[in-house]
Nanobody, 123 residues
């Protein structure tokens, strides 16, 4: 069993930056693909970014490509999402997920989920 705890969310002005962290416990995540999802009010939860177990391969949704960067530190059992040039439409609850069940980075099927951290962008 893996527990995931997100942190780093908050209120930020448009154009600013935030770094989200996802700390895992219970077992190592070094063999798992990891991902960040987000869900805005009244909308479905969408995949934002994903990273392979080694960190070599990444996937980004088109809406964040070039602005967000996903990374991981397996030694710290932690995954990060660096958010730059933030836009009001990035406002959402951001969730960390572990262990992609289909082996494809663009897949949305993950076994473990965090509770989420709120990101609010003011214009």
């Amino acid at each position: 069993q893996v527990q995931l705890v997100e942190s780093g969310g908050g209120l930020v002005q448009a154009g600013g930056s935030l770094r989200l962290s996802c700390a895992a416990s219970g077992r190592t995540i070094s063999t798992y693909s990891m991902a960040w999802f987000r869900q805005a009010p009244g909308k479905e939860r969408d995949l934002v970014a994903a990273i392979s177990s080694s960190g070599v391969n990444t996937y980004y949704a088109g809406s964040v490509k070039g602005r967000f960067t996903v990374s991981r530190d397996n030694g710290k059992n932690t995954v990060y999402l660096q958010m730059n040039a933030i836009k009001p439409e990035d406002t959402a609850v951001y969730y960390c997920a572990a262990r992609n069940l289909l082996g494809v980075l663009s897949s949305t099927t993950y076994m473990y989920w965090g509770q989420g951290t709120q990101v609010t962008v003011s214009s």
